[in-house]
C-alpha cells in the first residue's frame, strides 16, 4: 500500500469523516442489496466436475433414460400389518396426490405397478392393484403375489411387511426443495395416523436447505453474542464493540450480496449457497473481527499516551494499514487458492469470501477510523486510562516467552512433529448421512429405510450391447448377484428381473423356470406377448427402445465413504474379469459419486494448502523486501496447519468438504497474526528501538489484540450445538485454530525470531 494512498484514505476518514460513513454504508447497501438472488442448492452433483466419469455417465443416462435418483415415503406402522384394505386405499390416495407434484414424473407404488399371469401359456399383465377399494379376497392375492416375487416386494413393502414404500422419480434436479416441501405438505396431516419416514438424495438435498438456513441464523446469533461479551469484557467500552461489529456486519452483508450479484448475472452452480458454504460467514466474522480489535486496542494504547484522537487516531492508522492491508492481501489471496479447486462450490467459495475480506479492509480503512473520530471520547474513561486484564496478562506471558526463546522453540517443534503422525490416520468421509448427529430426524429416516426397506443409496451399472441376447442377460443376472452378496446391498433390479418374471408366468409361476430363456426368439416372444396386454413403455426406465442399452440398478443402505470406496474398487474389479465382447459397462450412482467426491476433496485440500503458503511466502517477502521474513510469515501457519490434521487423525475427526475448508481459515488467520507481528517488529527496528527492548515490545503491543482475537472469536465454539456433525467439528477445531495460531505466532515465531533478532534487527532495517 503507497504512502499517497494511505495518506489519501487517512485524510477522507479525519476529514471528511461524516461523508466517508455515508458513502462507504451507501455502496455497502448497494452491494449488499444481492442478497435477494441467492439461491440455495445442496445438490451434490453440482459440485463434480462435469467431465468426471462419474458424473458424465450420469448425465448421459438421464439423457436415455428417466431421472434415476428417487425420494422415499415410507408409511405404516411397526408390528402391523400393512396388506390390508384401508392401507392399500391410503397407498392409492398418496400415489394420486404425489402423481399431482409439478417436480415428479413417476409415482412407482404398490397402486401404480403391474403383476404378470399365465393364461393358457399366454403372458397376461394386468394392474397390481385393479381399483382403490379392494376386496379381502383380492388382498390376499396381492400379498400371495407379493410373496412370490421379491425382486417386486423388496422395492415397495418392509421385511415385516408392516410398510408400504411409495417412490417418486424427479423430472430433474432443479427444484428438490419445492418437491419436498409439497411431499411435506401431503402426509402432514396423516402424521397422527401413520408414522412416515422420508429418505433419498432428492429428500437430502431438499430438506438442507432450510436445516441449514435455521441452524446458521441461530448459531450465529449464539456466536455473536458471545463474541460481543468477550469483545465489551476486554474492551469496556460499548461503542468500541458496537464499532467493530459494525464492521463485520456490513462485510457479511457485502459478501452474501455479492455471491447473489454474481450468481443473479452468471447463473453458475458455483455461486449457489449449499451446506459447504455455512462456513461461509463464520470464516469472514473471524477476519473482520481481527481487523476490528487490532485497530481499537492499538487506538485505546495510542490514546493513553497522548491523550488525543486524532494525534491517537493517526499513529494508530500509520502503524496498522500497511499490516491489515497485507493481511487482508495474503487471506484473500489463501482463499483464491481454492479456484484451483475441482469441487464446483469451492471455487464460489472462494472467490465469495475473498470479495468480502477485501470489503473489510476498505472498511477497517476508511469507515471504522471515521466512525472513531466522529465519536467523542473520554480521556478518563476506564477503556482508555487503564490496561484491560488481558493486556497485562499478554505483557507478564511475552517476558517468559522471551527469558527461554530456545527451550520454547523446542517444546513447539516436538508438539508439531508428535501431531504430524496423525495426519496419516485422518479418515475421509463425504456420504451426507453420516454428517447428521444420531437421533437427527433426517438420519433416523433415512436409517429406517435402510434397514427395512430397499434403501436410499444406488449403484447404476450402464450395459451397453444386445439386451435380448441370452449371454448378455445371463452376464447382467451375474453382475447383479455378485453386487447382492455385500452386506448393504438390498435389492438390485434390471430388464433381466423382468424377462426371467415373464418366462415364470408363462410357465404357470413355476420357480424354476425364473431364468433367462436359452435363445433370442425366445426373449423377443416374451416382448411380444408383453405388449399384446401391456404398455412397452414399462421398461423405459430400464432398457432403451432399441434395446441396445440397459441399466442395472442397486438398491443400498447409506455406509460410510471408506466402505463405498472398497465396494466401488471391488464391483469395477469383478466386471473387468468378467470380460466380454458382446456388452461394454460404466458405473455411475450416488455410490460413485460419492467415490470420486471423496478423491475430490483430498485433492482440493492439499492443492490449497501448497498453493497458499507459496502465494503468501512470496507477497510477504515482497512486501516486506526480505524472503527471511517471507519465510517468517508462514511458520504460525504452516504449523498450525500440520498441528490440526495431525490431531483431526489422532481423534478421528473426519475429513469432510466441510473440514478441508478449515485449511483456509487456518492460514487466513494463521498469516495475519504473523504479518502483524513481523510488521512491528520491523517498524520499531527502523525507529531506533533497540534489540534489547524489541521484542518485549513488539510482543506487548502485538501480543493484546491475537489474544483479543482469539478469545472473542472463541464465540464460534457455538457451532459444536449444531445437528451437523461437520459443523460441530468445525466449531471445535475452529477454536483450537484460533489458539493454535496465536500461540505459533507468540512462541514459535517470537521464539525464532527472538533467537535470530540480531541479524533480522539489521535486516529490517536495512
Do not use: C
Not at 52 to 75: C, G, L, N, P, Q
Not at 169 to 178: I, L
Not at 206 to 211: E, S
Not at 404 to 430: H, M, Q
Amino acid at each position: 500500500m503507497t504512502h499517497k494512498l494511505k495518506r489519501w484514505a487517512l485524510n477522507q476518514a479525519l476529514e471528511h469523516s461524516r461523508r466517508t460513513v455515508l458513502l462507504t454504508l451507501f455502496i455497502t447497501v448497494i452491494i449488499g442489496s444481492g442478497v435477494r438472488f441467492i439461491f440455495l442448492d445442496d445438490n451434490i452433483m453440482n459440485m463434480l466436475p462435469k467431465d468426471i466419469d462419474s458424473r458424465r455417465i450420469w448425465d448421459e443416462v438421464i439423457e436415455d433414460f428417466k431421472y434415476t435418483d428417487f425420494m422415499f415415503i415410507a408409511f405404516g406402522n411397526s408390528g402391523g400389518n400393512i396388506l390390508n384394505s384401508e392401507a392399500l386405499s391410503f397407498a392409492w390416495e398418496l400415489s394420486e396426490k404425489f402423481d399431482d407434484i409439478p417436480h415428479v414424473d413417476e409415482v412407482i407404488s404398490i397402486s401404480t405397478l403391474n403383476r404378470m399371469d399365465s393364461d393358457d401359456g399366454f403372458l397376461e399383465v394386468g394392474d397390481l392393484m385393479p381399483h382403490k377399494n379392494m376386496t379381502e379376497e383380492e388382498v390376499a392375492s396381492l400379498s400371495d403375489y407379493l410373496k412370490s416375487n421379491s425382486n417386486i416386494s423388496s422395492r415397495i413393502l418392509s421385511k415385516d411387511a408392516d410398510y408400504i414404500n411409495i417412490i417418486l422419480r424427479p423430472k430433474s434436479d432443479h427444484d428438490f426443495p419445492g418437491m419436498v416441501a409439497a411431499v411435506s405438505n401431503i402426509t402432514a396431516s396423516y402424521q397422527n395416523q401413520y408414522e412416515f419416514h422420508f429418505g433419498g438424495q432428492p429428500h437430502l438435498t431438499g430438506a438442507i436447505p432450510a436445516l441449514i438456513k435455521t441452524e446458521t441464523q441461530q448459531l450465529m446469533l449464539l456466536g455473536l453474542f458471545i463474541m460481543a461479551a468477550i469483545l465489551l469484557i476486554n474492551l469496556r467500552s460499548l461503542p468500541a464493540v458496537g464499532m467493530v461489529l459494525s464492521v463485520i456486519f456490513l462485510s457479511a452483508l457485502s459478501m452474501m450480496g455479492f455471491m447473489g450479484w454474481v450468481y443473479h448475472f452468471t447463473q453458475t452452480s458455483r455461486f449457489t449457497f449449499s451446506m459447504v458454504n455455512t462456513s461461509m460467514p463464520i470464516v469472514l466474522l473471524t477476519i473482520a473481527n481481527s481487523d476490528g480489535v487490532h485497530i481499537l486496542s492499538r487506538f485505546f494504547r495510542e490514546a493513553r499516551k497522548h491523550k488525543d484522537v486524532k494525534k491517537a487516531l493517526t499513529m494508530t492508522m500509520n502503524q496498522l494499514m500497511l499490516p491489515i492491508f497485507l493481511t487482508s492481501i495474503t487471506t484473500t489471496a489463501a482463499f483464491l487458492t481454492m479456484v484451483s479447486s475441482p469441487i464446483a462450490t469451492m471455487t464460489g467459495y472462494g472467490a465469495t469470501i475473498g470479495f468480502g475480506i477485501l470489503w473489510a479492509w476498505i472498511l477497517s480503512s476508511t469507515y471504522l477510523p471515521a466512525v472513531i473520530h466522529l465519536k467523542k471520547w473520554n480521556m478518563q474513561n476506564t477503556a482508555i486510562s487503564k490496561p484491560s486484564i488481558l493486556e497485562n496478562l499478554i505483557h507478564r506471558f511475552g517476558r517468559s516467552i522471551l527469558e527461554y526463546p530456545k527451550r520454547i522453540l523446542a517444546t513447539g517443534v516436538v508438539i508439531v512433529v508428535v501431531s504430524s503422525i496423525g495426519i496419516w490416520f485422518i479418515n475421509v468421509e463425504v456420504n451426507i448421512i453420516n454428517l447428521f448427529k444420531p437421533g437427527n430426524e433426517i438420519r433416523e429416516s433415512t436409517l429406517f429405510l435402510d434397514r427395512e426397506m430397499a434403501g436410499s443409496m444406488n449403484l447404476i451399472v450402464k450395459v451397453e450391447g444386445d439386451l435380448k441376447d441370452p449371454e448378455v442377460l445371463n452376464k447382467m443376472v451375474d453382475i447383479q448377484n455378485y453386487i447382492s452378496k455385500f452386506p448393504t446391498v438390498n435389492t438390485t433390479f434390471s430388464i433381466a428381473d423382468v424377462i426371467k418374471e415373464m418366462h415364470k408366468s408363462i410357465m404357470d409361476n413355476d420357480p424354476k423356470f425364473e431364468t433367462i430363456p436359452e435363445t433370442r426368439g425366445k426373449i423377443n416372444n416374451l416382448f411380444t406377448m408383453y405388449s399384446m396386454s401391456g404398455d412397452p413403455d414399462d421398461f423405459e426406465a430400464l432398457v432403451n427402445y432399441e434395446y441396445e442399452t440397459g441399466l442395472i440398478t442397486a438398491m443400498m443402505q447409506s455406509v460410510s465413504t471408506k466402505e463405498i470406496v472398497i465396494m466401488a474398487d471391488q464391483i469395477k474389479a469383478y466386471i473387468e474379469e468378467m470380460g466380454s465382447e458382446k456388452f461394454i459397462t460404466e458405473t455411475s450412482g450416488m455410490m460413485m459419486f460419492l467415490k470420486d467426491f471423496t478423491n475430490l476433496v483430498v485433492q482440493s485440500s492439499i492443492n490449497s494448502i501448497i498453493l497458499s503458503i507459496v502465494i503468501i511466502l512470496f507477497i510477504a517477502w515482497i512486501f516486506f523486501r526480505h524472503w527471511k521474513f517471507g519465510l517468517l510469515s508462514v511458520i504460525p501457519l504452516t504449523s498450525a496447519v500440520i498441528l490440526n490434521f495431525g490431531l483431526m487423525g489422532w481423534f478421528g475427526v473426519d475429513l469432510s468438504h466441510f473440514t478441508a475448508l478449515l485449511t483456509s481459515i487456518i492460514i487466513g488467520v494463521g498469516v495475519d497474526f504473523a504479518i502483524h507481528y513481523i510488521s512491528e517488529f520491523i517498524h520499531y527496528s527502523k525507529n531506533g528501538i533497540g534489540t534489547d527492548e524489541i521484542s518485549r515490545q513488539v510482543v506487548d503491543d502485538v501480543g493484546y489484540p491475537i489474544l483479543l482475537d482469539v478469545f472473542s472469536n472463541m464465540g464460534f465454539g457455538a457451532l459444536i450445538a449444531s445437528s451437523l456433525i461437520p459443523l460441530v467439528h468445525m466449531g471445535g477445531l475452529m477454536v483450537f485454530a484460533m489458539i493454535s495460531t496465536s500461540l505459533g505466532t507468540l512462541t514459535i515465531l517470537a521464539s525464532v525470531m527472538e533467537i535470530n533478532k540480531q541479524n533480522l534487527y539489521k535486516t529490517g532495517n536495512a
